[in-house]
């Protein structure tokens, strides 16, 4: 596609719940990127992807995060049992290569909010 | 750990005017990309202009232009001729290696920028 999309926009889960969030990346883009960014401040890293292979996980901040990308094109982003603290916008970008000179696309986000 | 600070909270300016956004960094990288974005409403980070730290030359982008000071690990973004359409939320960001050889962004907090007409 032309841009990057995320889906949905909006999300409204129930603390307890787990929660999807999708990721259409760029055609042809080799990395992918999750960040979460929380009311008032700037997105902070997750995760990322070098096509199929997860190589870099040390943003998700607990072991109820788990990220996927199984064909090395669209992307989850999975959260078990939502905490209220989980609230936040979740943002995806993708570059066409390993490099970043250029700069991520980024996708208008999905927002999370657990009540 | 790598830190991006942008110290001013909200920044306003008059339609037509000048306006200064600051943003300061420490990095332990020899080589790194800084960034300025923009985020409206949408939420949609839209990239505003970029640096590579080993380029003397401050980038310019139209109306946007950096003032790089590597020494004082500055890079602030001035916007010319503001207009109505600039008011958003603006982020400095800087690059850091991630685990698998490809770089991540590191953000400041951002600036809200509200532009008067």
């Known amino acids: 596609g032309a841009g990057v999309s995320q889906s949905p926009r909006y999300k409204v889960a129930k603390r307890g719940q787990d929660v999807a969030l999708r990721c259409d990346p760029i055609?042809?883009?080799?990395?992918l990127f999750w960040y979460q960014q929380a009311l008032g401040q700037g997105p902070e890293f997750l995760t990322y992807f070098q096509n199929e292979a997860q190589l870099d996980k040390s943003g998700l901040p607990s072991d109820r995060f788990f990220a996927e990308r199984p064909e090395g094109s669209v992307s989850t982003l999975k959260i078990q049992r939502t905490q209220q603290e989980d609230s936040a916008v979740y943002l995806c970008?993708?570059?066409?290569?390993?490099?970043?000179?250029?700069?991520?696309?980024f996708g208008s986000g999905t927002r999370l909010t657990v009540v | 750990a790598q830190t991006v600070t942008q110290s001013q909270p909200e920044m306003s300016v008059q339609e037509a005017e000048t306006v200064t956004l600051s943003c300061t960094y420490d990095t332990s990288e020899s080589d790194y990309y800084l960034f300025w974005y923009k985020q409206p409403p949408s939420r949609q980070m839209i990239l505003v202009i970029r640096q590579e730290a080993y380029k003397q030359q401050n980038a310019t982008e139209n109306r946007f232009s950096v003032n790089f000071q590597k020494a004082a690990k500055s890079f602030s973004l001035k916007i010319s001729d503001s207009q109505l359409g600039d008011a958003a939320m603006y982020f400095c960001?800087?690059?850091?290696?991630?685990?698998?050889?490809?770089?991540?962004?590191?953000f400041g907090k951002g600036t809200k920028l509200t532009v008067n007409p």
């Open positions: 970008a993708s570059t066409p290569e390993t490099g970043i000179g250029y700069g991520y696309t």
């Open positions: 055609s042809g883009h080799v990395s």
């Open positions: 960001a800087s690059t850091r290696l991630t685990q698998g050889g490809s770089e991540k962004l590191v």
